[in-house]
């Protein structure tokens, strides 16, 4: 029996049909995907395609979010550059969505608060970067800044970029955060070091390190909950 094409199901099977008709929330993953990459190849449909796909980045969309144009492309038979570029563009807008809900908190009473607000900054990353929180004495965040980007295993910190700006908005806390790509939430060395620095550094200026939390994708470390700060 030959497959049938997506233009052969039950109109209300369709996923761009099945989404005027009863919202996007009652789409799988793999359709809403099936939707973007609009159609499939000769071996399967746009739908089996938006699952391989999925299969490929473990059914977890923090992962797809990591992939780039030539992930797409080499990977799966049917998708170009156009393709991938609109996927990866949908879940950019996807990502941005996620990061100004969290702003709107912007209020840091805990770790668990840092890390809701970096986490859509820093989650999707193939590379390191740090940012810093700077906040007012009432844990409001006045600036939200990047302190530097760097490769797979490591970024360096400018200890002195950080304070200037920190005095410059007369900041009396500052929330240093970074990722780990790897997923592995253990600091490093060097990320140990560059808390005590910053520590000492910014307590000459009458200003507090109130944390240092390492993003690794899901889970987070705490230096403050680890009482190491």
């Known amino acids: 029996m030959n ?46 395609l938006g699952q391989v796909i999925l299969q490929q980045a473990g059914n977890d969309l923090n992962r797809l979010g990591k992939m780039g144009v030539s992930d797409f492309t080499q990977q799966f038979k049917g998708i170009g550059p156009a393709k991938a570029i609109t996927l990866i563009a949908a879940l950019e ?20 608060d840092g890390y809701h607000f970096l986490y859509p900054i820093l ?7 740090t940012w810093a929180l700077l906040t007012d ?9 990047q302190v530097s980007r760097g490769g797979i295993s490591g970024t360096v910190v400018d200890v002195r970029l950080v304070l ?7 900041a009396s806390g500052i929330i240093l955060g970074h990722n780990h790509p ?19 550094a910014a307590q000459w200026m009458d200003i507090t390190l109130l ?18 700060i």
């Open 3 to 48: 497959k049938l094409s997506i233009k052969e199901w039950a109109e209300e099977d369709r996923p761009r049909e099945k989404l005027i008709l009863k919202g996007a929330s009652a789409l799988s993953n793999s359709e809403l995907l099936a939707i973007l990459i609009g159609s499939g190849n000769r071996e399967m449909s746009a739908v089996e």
């Open 93 to 112: 807008l996807g990502r941005r969505r996620k990061s100004l809900d969290v702003q709107t908190r912007k209020k840091i009473s805990s770790s668990r």
């Open 123 to 129: 989650s999707d990353l193939n590379h390191e970067e």
């Open 137 to 145: 004495r009432s844990n409001q965040i006045v600036r939200t800044m």
């Open 164 to 170: 200037r700006e920190a005095l410059t908005h007369y």
């Open 182 to 200: 790897s997923g592995n939430c253990l600091p490093s060395p060097q990320d140990t070091h560059i808390t005590r620095k910053l520590k000492e």
């Open 211 to 228: 944390d240092h939390i390492i993003v690794c994708g899901d889970n987070y470390f705490s230096y403050a909950d680890e009482g190491i």
